[in-house]
């Protein structure tokens, strides 16, 4: 059963930067706009990571920097159907949780 993404949670985020809260519930591997458990790798450069949500609803996007297991620091990032990149297929082989 597919979870419904609640847009209205946007507001834990300061322009697009991720709050300590958000930044808490991603480091349980929980997207913190939908609350689904897992994430898609993406692209990555320099020590950042990019993820998408695995919830077929919702796939936001988000740039992450993690230390020993945890969210430190993190901003959301345009999906694809926002006009984001679209992430080659060899990507989406793993899961980030």
Known sequence: MRRRCDMRVHQRFEHDRLNSAAL??????????????????GPRGGVAQN??????DC????????VSGEVVMGHAI?????????WP???HSGTFS
């Open 89 to 91: 297929s060899a990507f």
């Open 24 to 41: 808490a519930t991603m480091s349980k591997g929980l997207c913190p706009l939908c609350g689904y458990r897992g994430f898609v790798l």
């Open 78 to 86: 345009p999906r694809e159907s926002e006009g984001g990149g679209s």
């Open 59 to 66: 796939r936001a996007r988000f740039n992450v920097l993690c």
């Open 51 to 56: 993820i998408e949500c695995g919830n077929l």
